[in-house]
């Protein structure tokens, strides 16, 4: 059998290098104030992507600019960023896609304290997500699998895709005011529990997130949704989770 | 929530400037493998586990396809097939006792999985759904069996996920962005022991000493010493190294297993489950060569097959693209509905980074480094080994960064993600009980001062290198050199640049000086890592004169059961920096356990 | 991956940019609304107060009354009360977009949608609205 | 509008320890702004367009008389109150919001709060008393000023 494919050249397609600049705001707290802007001159194939120039100014320029990064293809959610003013990941944004007529503007992402150059301390973000009681709660014990269906499967499927990455939850203009609110990632991860069949806790996490700094702190903004490099319906998943919560039940 | 000794409360001392902590328990990594012996160990004794990532950004949640395990959900199947197609999959170096464990209890550690949480796709009675992955078979190779169990294709994902989320359950202690530089070993009554590890601490740059009773490490892999791979940039063996330093034996290094379908340029993984779901690999002439390879499996041959056949295509002048240097995985046949099911993440990977559309358009793909076959010899408890038979007391490895060996000369899709749950579950009991009796080995008052050394050596030097260009000269000449096809010519070449850039690492420089997050001398003493592991899998290959598995050399190209049915093991003698490597790499040979199926030829 | 072709570039050294804040975060029609639903819920808001305390002057005499609310006549106030049903016109709207996006079940798919179709009404609204508005106060 | 990522420390995630007790203030808020908008479409535009449109001349227009007018109708005064209620409560309650978001200082906070609570408070009695207790044709008023079905007239 043989079908005829068309040659495309994809990969190897005009490598034409292109250089673009780079704007990065660096801070580090032993030697600056105050964060600080830093231009960089790049030179970028067109799939290279914004972790490619961090990697290429960290290798070839400044050895001390500080970033985290690891799988290099968007699972990993190590780096989340704010690139042109908006929440996403290094990795998985290509720098063909970005105006280089223009900086391309690099920071932090908003309302995790600032640790240095584009690492915040994510500690916070992650106490959150703890306080959900992010762990499956069923009381028996069988001894093969326990059953459900496709159906009950696909009720929480979007919302297990989670990263932890923070670019919602970092995205969120009620969490950058004071940081108590539980942010868009730790609901998530609630919702992931609250409507797996399987689970039997979800009461009592509708009950934690009917709080003060809970859902009720929404405001339906949708920068998560919008920021969330997973595809996740951030904000259909809070608004699920309130309705749960008015309900009473999952 | 909390069920178990509250180590938070371990005295936690500080002398020096170093940082002392002492847990019954210490794992080194927080990966799949990290997770699932934390879950054990934590519910038996104070644990501790040190990650250098934190834990959900573990290599794990990258991988896709599935996780073997003969549940016969599906259809006809059983562990004794599993046992078989493991060991024909990894041509007969597989410990074939190992084999069978992880063929058994894999069964339990799926249903494990799903009890604790993960969301498997599911049948339409509402029971763990299968699929087929390259390799697995039933009834001893006749057809394809559907045997992995999997959650879409992010099934690495998932499990990573469902783990960390146990251990926040279990309110396990995590030391995360603590990098592991050193493993202090003190000898007892004349045999070396595991006092603990000593940790860098990213954020501070402060020194840690864990101490503990027994040691667990789980540190995966090394794709790193490539430059095209699947592997993340954090996987550089830091593990595998720390243990090398230490004298302690590597086993089966030359065996590192190229992926058939990475995207192309770019090495990021194309899961076999797109080939399992119904994938097919073409050429330049749009043909299916697989069908003449393996008429039997076609394209679902094990992934050493099918990353030759590739590479023979391309050489025989069938590749496609301008230069005639890539191959095609096309889906188009499958309809959007099922891809959309199945396989979303990977068509987006496609999309976001080649720009193709894998509904319409075939995708550009090449083998690529993915997964390293040896690493730390332990036997089926985990226990790792000082020799052909000589256990550490006290020291265990898992995951990746082990070699039990259930994978042999080639490790079988969705049989790692097995691993990792399997042997990293036996690692945490078996240190839990060993805690029991066992005494703190206590620790040298210069714990720390090796490693004080190092950082300070390297923080301080004022050479002219760079790192990023030893490492892709590395990178490169690992790729040009000891990718699918060797010959003692190219492995020569290669052992040479490794030398050079030993040479040239001693005139290195880090321009970041500061403390916090100097992620800028971390990647030197990575490189370190590196260098030792790509000079250990290039001597090793170098020595075994057949082809087998993953290695395969053009100067011997056929299997050699007589003389090569046997494990390599590599010992680090001498001066790691002595210019030749037969100076201070010392190789010996561990015999294979046989026990049910003599070696055969392998035809799919 | 082929081997490139290598035009020469050349890499100036970095320099340092005088900007130090933050850029704004660039969000899209969902925070645009919520900032624009935020300013004008608090400009009603205070309206409101003043609103009710002239209001009350009915029960203080007509003459007071009549004095305050004649300020209001002026142009300026006009205007500005021009503006007031803008402001509350949006919020209204845009208030039963956050309703909707709440309780219907599709809602959050098609926020943006509705974010335009909001915009839409109150252009509608102001159409209506404006010239009569403009044409009494200008008119002796 | 935001904080900056530039500040050194945040206090870690409701670290006050959450009590819970009686009612769930938060979720009846969130309720309360709903409903209320729903019924305050209704009432706003309706007040909006009788006095600004549909009366001749809008807001140039109005006077005492215009207003006594309205309020000799008890369906106004109801529909006055309504409105008042609803908007004053459900505009201080937003104002809540902004306060709790906004202002990181406790006791400035407790003190924005308490004036939001006061002045609601005040308002809601002030107004609800200035609508039911107001006279139509008060004796001591110009006859003028009166609307034109007053006897003083
Ligand atoms: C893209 C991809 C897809 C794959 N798909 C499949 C599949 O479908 N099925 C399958 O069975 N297998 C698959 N694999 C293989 C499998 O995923 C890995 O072999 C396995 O996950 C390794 O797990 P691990 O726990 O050993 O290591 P990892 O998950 O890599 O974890 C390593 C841990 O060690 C820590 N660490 C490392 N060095 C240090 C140090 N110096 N100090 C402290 N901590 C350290 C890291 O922080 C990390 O937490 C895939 C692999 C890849 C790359
Ligand atoms: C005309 C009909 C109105 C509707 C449909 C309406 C609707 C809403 C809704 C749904 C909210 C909640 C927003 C959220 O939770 O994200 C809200 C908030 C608010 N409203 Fe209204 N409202 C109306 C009139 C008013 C009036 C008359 C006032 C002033 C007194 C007002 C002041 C506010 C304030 C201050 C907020 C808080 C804003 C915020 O938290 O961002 N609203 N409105
Ligand atoms: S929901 Fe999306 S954006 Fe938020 S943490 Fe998870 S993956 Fe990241
Ligand atoms: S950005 Fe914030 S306000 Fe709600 S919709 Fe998302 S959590
Ligand atoms: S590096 Fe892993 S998500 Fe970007």
Not at chain 2, 233 to 244: C, K, P, R, Y
Not at chain 2, 255 to 264: D, I, K, M, N, W
Not at chain 2, 278 to 289: D, Q
Not at chain 2, 296 to 312: E, Q, S
Request: contains cysteine; aromatic residues 8%; glycine residues 8%.
């Amino acid at each position: 059998m043989s079908t005829v494919l068309e040659e495309r050249p994809a990969a190897a397609d005009a490598i034409q290098k292109f250089t673009a600049t780079v704007a990065i705001r660096r801070f580090d707290p032993d030697v600056d104030d105050e964060p600080r802007w830093q231009e960089f001159q790049v030179e970028m194939l067109p799939t290279d992507r914004v972790l490619d120039a961090l990697h290429q100014i960290k290798w070839e320029q400044d050895g001390s600019l500080t970033f985290r990064r690891s799988c290099a293809h968007g699972v990993c959610g190590s780096d989340a960023m704010r690139i042109n003013g908006r929440n996403r990941l290094a990795c998985k944004t290509l720098m063909k896609d970005l105006d280089i007529s223009k900086p391309v503007y690099v920071e932090a992402i908003k309302g995790l304290p600032l640790e240095k150059d584009l690492v915040v301390d994510m500690e916070p973000f992650f106490a959150s997500y703890r306080e959900v009681q992010p762990f499956l709660q069923a009381s028996s014990k069988p001894d093969k699998e326990r059953l459900q269906s496709a159906e009950q499967r696909a009720r929480f499927d979007d919302t297990t895709k989670c990263i932890l990455c923070a670019a919602c939850t970092s995205s969120c203009p009620v969490f950058w005011t004071d940081g108590q609110y539980f942010g868009p990632a730790a609901i998530v991860n609630a919702h992931r529990f609250i409507f797996d069949s399987r689970d039997e806790a979800s009461s009592v996490r509708l009950d934690i997130l009917n709080d003060k700094e809970g859902v009720w702190r929404c405001r339906t903004t949708f920068n998560c949704t919008e920021a969330c490099p997973r595809g996740i319906q951030v904000t259909q998943a809070i608004a699920e989770v309130k309705a749960a919560v008015l309900r009473g039940h999952a | 929530m909390t069920n178990i000794p509250d180590s938070a409360t371990a005295p936690t001392v500080t002398k020096d400037g170093v940082h002392y902590h002492q847990h019954d328990i210490v794992i080194v990594g927080a990966g799949g493998a990290g997770m699932r012996a934390a879950i054990q160990a934590g519910a038996g004794a104070s644990t501790a586990v040190i990650s250098k990532l934190y834990p959900t950004r573990s290599h794990t949640g990258a991988a896709q396809g599935g996780m073997a395990a003969a549940l016969a959900n599906v259809e006809e199947d059983n562990w004794e097939w599993h046992t078989f197609d493991t060991v024909k999959g990894g041509d007969y170096l597989v410990d074939q006792d190992a084999a069978e464990i992880l063929a058994k209890e894999a069964i339990t550690a799926v249903l494990e999985l799903e009890n604790m949480g993960l969301p498997f796709n599911r049948t339409p009675e509402g029971k763990i759904d299968q699929r087929r992955f390259g390799g697995h078979t039933s009834e001893h190779g006749k057809a394809p069996v559907r045997r992995a169990c999997y959650a879409a294709d992010r099934t690495g994902h998932m499990i990573l996920q469902t783990l960390f989320q146990n251990c926040v359950k279990l309110g396990i202690n995590f030391f995360n962005e603590f990098y592991v530089l050193d493993l202090i070993m003190v000898e007892v009554d004349g045999q070396k022991r595991p006092a603990g590890v000593v940790a860098y601490e990213l954020s501070t740059g402060e020194l840690h000493v864990f101490q503990g009773k027994a040691v667990i490490f789980a540190t995966g892999g090394f794709g790193k010493i490539y430059k095209t791979t699947s592997n993340a940039h954090t996987l550089t063996g830091d593990g595998v190294g720390i243990i090398w330093r230490k004298g302690l034996p590597l086993e089966d290094m030359e065996f590192f297993q190229f992926h058939p379908t990475g995207l192309a340029g770019l090495g990021i993984l194309l899961s076999e489950a797109a080939r399992g779901e119904g994938a097919i690999l073409r050429n330049s002439e749009g043909e299916r060569f697989m069908e003449r390879y393996a008429p039997t499996i076609k394209d679902l041959a094990p992934r050493d097959i099918v990353a030759r056949c590739m590479r023979t295509e391309i050489r025989e002048g069938r590749g496609a693209g301008p230069n005639k240097d890539y191959l095609y995985l096309d889906i188009t046949h499958l309809s959007p509905e099922v891809i959309d099911a199945k396989l979303p993440d990977i068509t987006e990977f496609a999309r976001t980074y080649l720009g193709v559309e894998p509904y319409t358009e075939p995708v550009p793909v090449l083998p690529t480094a993915h997964y390293a076959m040896g690493g730390i010899p332990t036997n089926v408890k985990a226990e790792v080994l000082s020799d052909n038979t000589t256990v550490v007391p006290g020291l265990y490895a898992a995951g990746e960064c082990a070699c039990v060996s259930v994978h042999g000369s080639n490790r079988l899709g969705t049989n790692s993600l097995l691993d990792i749950n399997v042997f990293g579950k036996r690692a945490g009991d078996n240190a839990v009980e060993y805690v029991k009796t066992a005494e703190f080995v206590p620790l040298p008052d210069d714990s720390a001062t090796f490693v004080q050394g190092l950082i300070q050596q390297v923080r301080t030097a004022t050479g002219t290198e760079r790192i990023a260009t030893l490492r892709r000269e590395l990178q490169e000449s690992m790729d040009d050199n000891a990718q699918v096809f060797r010959t003692e010519e190219t492995l020569l070449a290669v052992t040479e640049k490794i030398q050079e850039l030993r040479e040239r690492f001693l005139n290195i420089s880090v321009q970041d000086k500061g403390k916090r997050f100097n992620t800028d001398l971390l990647e030197a003493i990575e490189l370190g890592f590196l260098l030792d592991l790509a000079e250990v899998v290039v001597y090793s290959a170098l020595s075994r004169q057949e082809s087998r598995g993953g290695h395969f050399r053009e100067d011997f190209p056929k299997r050699d059961d007589e003389k090569w049915l046997v494990h390599t093991m590599a010992y680090l003698t001498g001066d790691a920096h002595s210019a030749d490597a037969g100076d201070h790499i010392k190789l010996s040979t561990k015999p294979v356990v046989i026990t049910n199926y003599q070696p055969m030829e392998r035809k799919y | 991956m082929a081997e490139q072709t290598t035009t020469q570039v050349t890499i100036t050294p970095p320099k340092a940019t005088r900007v130090s804040s933050g850029t704004l975060y660039r969000g899209r029609e969902g925070m645009w609304s919520w900032v624009l639903h935020r300013i004008t819920g608090v400009a009603i808001y205070f309206f409101l107060l003043v609103h009710i305390l002239d209001t009350a002057l009915v029960r203080v005499s007509p003459a007071a009354y009549n004095a305050v609310i004649g300020t209001y006549k002026t142009p300026i106030m006009g205007l500005g009360e021009t503006a007031l049903v803008a402001a509350i016109g949006f919020h209204a709207f845009n208030g039963l977009r956050i309703i909707l996006i709440d309780f219907l079940p599709k809602g959050p798919k098609y926020q943006r949608l509705m974010f335009w179709i909001v915009i839409a009404l109150w252009i509608i609204l102001l159409i209506g609205f404006v010239p009569r508005q403009l044409m009494n106060v200008f008119s002796e | 509008m935001a904080i900056d990522t530039g500040t050194p420390t945040i206090e870690a995630p409701r670290s006050k320890g959450v009590v819970r007790r009686g009612v769930n203030w938060e979720k009846w808020g969130w309720l309360y702004m709903r409903g209320s908008g729903v019924l305050l479409v209704v009432l706003v535009f309706a007040h909006l367009f009788t006095n600004l449109i549909a009366h001749q001349g809008g807001v140039k227009a109005i006077d005492w008389g215009f207003v006594a007018g309205k309020w000799a109708s008890p369906f106004w005064k109801v529909w006055d109150t309504l409105l008042l209620w609803l908007a004053l409560i459900h505009g201080s309650n937003g104002m809540r919001t902004i306060v709790n978001d906004y202002v990181g200082n406790t006791k400035v906070r407790r003190v924005m709060l308490i004036a939001l609570l006061a002045s609601c408070v005040i308002l809601l009695l002030l107004g609800t008393l200035v609508v039911w207790t107001f006279s139509p044709c008060p004796a001591n008023a110009l006859p003028s000023d009166l609307p034109s079905f007053c006897p003083a007239q």
